[in-house]
């Protein structure tokens, strides 16, 4: 079946603008996970949403950053006024659980390299 | 809090050498997941492996296995006849009652021909 996919895969804006980007999870699961992964480092939590809503967005670094997921499949990550220390990798995630048990390994999509100048 | 450890951040073999990736975690938690993945140069993460906290008896997929030690802390992965198709950056990750995995800085494992 098909994986995670985001897209655009690459965006590249200018300090101030705002972006969106996208990730389509895996059919199914209700748990999805985006992560920032800058140059030669592991990915580093954002946020994570089960089914519609927000469970834990402590990975956020400030205010300029937002997600959301209405329908609880895609989910869309927006920052605004960007920066230029936010170039890095955004990676989105999706798993069947999120707790104990089996179903919790999650899957990566290809992420999106954002580039602000 | 919990923190993933991933002391070689790189290392360089020739193909068919035996290569093994240390892992050392941290967690306040009893029950806890450990993962790996592996980042080849397309840049997507891949999944290879879970265990939990309540098993400790080591794993064997082809010519990956993963070793773990609750006693020090360590999850460790070893490829055995290295190829050329192996070289990538690997990562160890932890789960534990948090709803994000935690990783660790990533090893990049080149091998040569």
């Known amino acids: 079946g098909a994986g995670v996919s985001q897209t655009p895969s690459n965006k590249v804006t200018e300090k101030g603008k705002y972006v969106e980007l996208r990730c389509d999870p895996i059919s199914g699961h209700t748990a999805l996970y985006w992560y920032r992964q800058s140059l030669g480092q592991g990915p580093e939590f954002l946020i994570y949403f089960q089914g519609t809503g927000a469970a834990d967005d402590s990975g956020l670094p400030n205010d300029r950053f937002f997600a959301v997921r209405p329908e609880g499949s895609v989910s869309t990550l927006k920052i605004q006024r960007t920066e230029r220390g936010d170039s890095a990798v955004y990676l989105c995630?999706?798993?069947?659980?999120?707790?104990?048990?089996?179903?919790?390994?999650?899957?990566f999509g290809p992420g999106t390299r954002l580039t602000v100048l | 809090a919990q923190k993933v450890t991933q002391a070689q951040t790189e290392i360089s073999v020739v193909e068919k050498e035996d290569v093994t990736l240390d892992c050392v975690y941290e967690t306040r938690d009893t029950t806890y997941y450990l993962f790996w993945y592996k980042q080849p140069p397309s840049g997507e993460l891949v999944f290879l492996i879970r265990r939990n906290s309540f098993d400790e008896q080591n794993e064997i997929s082809g010519r990956y296995s993963w070793n773990f030690q609750k006693s020090t802390s360590s999850f460790n992965f070893t490829i055995t006849a290295s190829q050329v198709v192996d070289s990538a950056v690997y990562f160890c990750?932890?789960?534990?009652?948090?709803?994000?995995?935690?990783f660790g800085g990533g090893t990049r494992l080149m091998v040569k021909p």
């Open positions: 990750a932890l789960k534990d009652a948090g709803n994000m995995l935690t």
């Open positions: 995630a999706s798993s069947l659980t999120n707790g104990v048990g089996g179903g919790n390994e999650q899957f």
